[in-house]
């Protein structure tokens, strides 16, 4: 039988997969017998090539999924484990790795997570300690043994995007970070849910003109109704935008005798077809609650002609209002048009202010290698009482500016050279240093207080200046959690942070 692995990149089968969400409690509650039953039927469906199971969804605490997952992989079918970084920390998520690797799951979804809404006794502590680029890089470490210093593990490596974005901003850096998750390992990808043809396809252009042809893409198909639609309008979950025209066809149709079933599983099919005609390697099917749902969606699917999906895309077109497009837009097909770029938006205020000149100026005087000041700081610092924190007087003088200018945590690893000097560790509520998350709506960040995105700020910052396409030239970068409480100065100087070695890596190259 061939492996989730061998299907993406040798089966010309157009593929189908299912999302399994678990449930909170033990396999002996009524829920998970529900969720068994569901499994135990989608194993025993030939059109279905694997089942994928959530990991404590919407940042809510549910059953570990490979518990879900083992009578899945065990009676043959294959299975793919989301693997987030919201609630386990590197070492956890290692030593989780290795557990599902020596129980035989070798297909993992890499994803950062959805910020905790709930817990026992009121709602979860954070963690992120890595974040999915990083999470990718693990296990593309552990593939190959950590250097050949381990027994290699074999998975197979999937990762997210979200392009479904309102701006410019928003949607650029997402594509800078899908190409950096298959730099560091990821070897499929399936997009977030969403309603419109059109991104859909310029997500595919996108990865064909930029040397990721060869990477399987799966599309996103979530059932809709509409209490779903509703709830997606309202920004309710993370990352996914159903528009004010798409809510309206949504509620029109759920006045129907049936509620809009028919139609909905009519839509969900379409949305399947649609992405087979785009070169889709297969659909991922979620929001499905019975095995029924998605024998019907798939059989529908198969009753269109080959050309039937050109007229569906021109249906599924459900943007909003001032959307930021890569790519132009088909007369004809109404879809991307791979031979032209949209016109870049301006930016309504200028993010590159006198603070951003000045710290950027600071730094290059101060913490490039061989320049005199820094060659001067590594001196001081090394011959200091501490050489972790420096001369008291200097260490004072860090530490206040920090604090004043960009909301210091004084977590001793300092990114904001990373992120065009804004402080991810005090202004992201994720800490994310290599990119966006995908949970933002409109610009903002997914967690309220936050604000805007910093990685929307970082990307006109740097556009001012041209250099928006290096946005994550530095990545991927892992925060060393050692040197919280000491002198990021001190550090930068002496190359005990994350910039030497990230700096010896350039050199290498």
Request: glycine share 8%.
């Amino acid at each position: 039988m061939q492996t989730l692995r061998e299907r993406l990149n040798q089966s010309s089968k157009f593929l189908v997969g299912v999302e399994l969400v678990s449930i909170r409690g033990s396999m002996a509650e009524r829920s998970a017998v529900k969720a068994r039953t569901l499994a135990n039927e989608l194993v025993a469906s030939p059109h279905i090539d694997w089942i994928s199971i959530t990991d404590n969804a919407g940042g809510n605490p549910q059953m570990a999924p490979q518990a879900l997952g083992k009578p899945i992989l065990y009676a043959g079918k294959e299975v793919v484990i989301h693997l987030t970084c919201k609630d386990l920390n590197r070492n956890g998520l290692e030593s989780l790795a290795w557990q599902l690797s020596s129980e035989g799951f070798q297909n993992i979804l890499a994803m950062t997570g959805d910020y905790p809404l709930t817990g026992n006794g009121g709602m979860a502590k954070p963690v992120f300690d890595l974040d999915s680029v990083s999470l990718i890089s693990l296990l593309d470490k552990m593939n190959r043994g950590f250097d050949d210093r381990h027994e290699k593990t074999q998975f197979c490596i999937g990762a997210v995007t979200n392009n479904y974005k309102l701006l410019e901003g928003e949607v650029i850096p997402q594509y800078l970070k899908l190409k950096k998750k298959v730099e560091c390992g990821a070897s499929f990808i399936i997009n977030q849910v969403g309603y419109d043809s059109r991104k859909a396809h310029e997500l595919r252009l996108f990865m064909d003109q930029n040397e990721m042809s060869n990477i399987p893409l799966i599309g996103n198909v979530f059932l809709l109704n509409s209490k779903r639609a509703k709830m997606f309008n309202d920004g309710k979950i993370p990352g996914v935008v159903v528009s004010r025209e798409l809510l309206d066809v949504c509620l029109e149709h759920g006045k129907s005798a049936d509620e809009g079933k028919a139609f909905f599983l009519e839509f969900a099919a379409k949305q399947m077809a649609i992405f087979r005609g785009l070169g889709y390697r297969g659909a991922y099917l979620g929001g499905v609650h019975d095995v029924a749902s998605v024998e019907t969606i798939i059989e529908i699917e198969s009753t269109f002609s080959s050309e039937d999906w050109k007229q569906f895309a021109k249906e599924i077109l459900f943007s909003r209002d001032n959307e930021y497009f890569y790519f132009g837009q088909n007369s004809n097909s109404r879809l991307a048009d791979a031979a032209t770029r949209t016109t870049e938006s301006k930016l309504k205020t200028n993010r590159a202010g006198f603070m951003y000149g000045l710290s950027k100026l600071t730094h290059e005087f101060m913490f490039t290698p061989g320049t005199t000041l820094a060659s001067l700081g590594a001196k001081i610092c090394s011959s200091s009482h501490d050489p972790q924190q420096g001369p008291t007087p200097m260490r004072m003088l860090e530490h206040a500016s920090k604090s004043i200018l960009f909301r210091c945590k004084d977590c001793g690893d300092c990114s904001l050279p990373d992120v065009a000097f804004l402080c991810p560790e005090s202004q992201c509520a994720k800490n994310q240093r290599n990119g966006p998350c995908g949970g933002t709506h409109g610009g903002h960040c997914e967690v309220e207080g936050f604000g805007d995105c910093i990685w929307l700020r970082a990307y006109e910052r740097l556009k001012h200046q041209g250099k928006e396409q290096l946005l994550l030239d530095h990545s991927p970068v892992l925060q060393n959690q050692a040197l919280r409480g000491t002198s990021s100065w001190a550090n930068n100087w002496l190359g005990r942070d994350h910039a030497a070695s990230l700096t010896n890596k350039k050199t290498e190259k």
